[in-house]
Every structure is written in C-alpha cells, then in structure tokens.
C-alpha cells in the first residue's frame, strides 16, 4: 500500500510541476515585463505643476514639451497657450478657460440702445420726465452689460 500512495503521489508531482512551470514561466515572462518597463517611462516624464507652468517663459514651455515627445506634437509651432494647455493636460491639471469673448449678442443690445435713444428724444418732446428717466435707466443698464462683457 504505500508503494501505492508513493507511485500515485510521484504521478500527480511530474503533472502538477508540467503545469506549474508552464503557467508560471508564462505568468511572470508575461506580465512583470510590460510593467518594469512602463513605470520607468512615466518616473522619466517629469511631473509640473500649475504654478511652475504658469510661471515659464515660451522656451522653458517648449523644453518641458518636448520632454513629453509621443504625447505632444507639433511643439514648435505652438504659442504660449497651446503649450500651456498641452502642458496641463498631460499633467491632469484641470483647464480652467480663461475670461474669453462675452456670449452676449453685442449686435442686439446696441440696436436696443439705438432705439431708446429714439424713445428718449420722443420723451423729451413730449415732456414726460417718467418715461424718460425709465428710457434713460434701461440705455444705461444696457451700456453697463456691454462694458461688464467686454
């Protein structure tokens, strides 16, 4: 009988190292590879923050760019916002547009403003000084929200 168990266990053991070996010479060739070599590409890549690239001129912008060479393209003929912009989103900053062109329709309030003047001139021919005080305010607010989206 345990002659048996020895020949039963010695048949399992060749099997389960076959096995073992193949799976684990797969396992470890497989994925420790492409993670040693990833982690030192990002530890290259150097990290900035919003300060750092607010603070730099356009060379020192280009230099830190090409830094990312497979990630930015086209560094030198970008300006200082593109460069900035590209710089943030690699580094996951988030972009936080700047104040830019109003979304108000200028066109219109101007054409508004033109025709209160008209209902200004009537007022004042009429002699109504309730009508024209109201005329005056509302060309006035009107002139204060072309100014303040300017």
């Known amino acids: 009988m345990a002659e048996e168990e020895k020949t039963e266990d010695t048949e399992k053991t060749p099997k389960e190292e076959a096995a073992g070996t193949t799976e684990a010479s797969g396992d470890t060739a497989g994925e420790p590879a492409p993670e ?8 290259e890549l150097p990290q900035f923050t919003v300060k750092e690239i607010d603070k730099m001129n356009v060379p020192k912008l280009k230099e830190a760019a090409l830094q990312f060479a497979g ?6 003929g970008m300006d200082k916002s593109e460069l900035i912009r590209s710089l943030k989103k690699i ?9 830019g ?4 329709d200028r066109k219109a309030i101007k054409g508004k403003i033109k ?3 008209k209902d200004r001139d009537l007022a004042i021919e009429a002699k109504d000084p309730v009508k024209l005080k109201r005329v ?3 060309a006035k607010a009107l002139r204060r929200k072309l100014v303040r989206n300017a």
């Open 91 to 99: 580094n996951g900053i988030p972009l936080v547009e700047a104040r």
């Open 71 to 76: 990630k930015i393209v086209g560094v030198h």
């Open 101 to 104: 062109a109003s979304k108000i």
């Open 136 to 138: 005056r305010n509302r």
């Open 36 to 43: 040693e070599q990833a982690a030192p590409a990002e530890e």
């Open 115 to 117: 025709s209160l003047h």
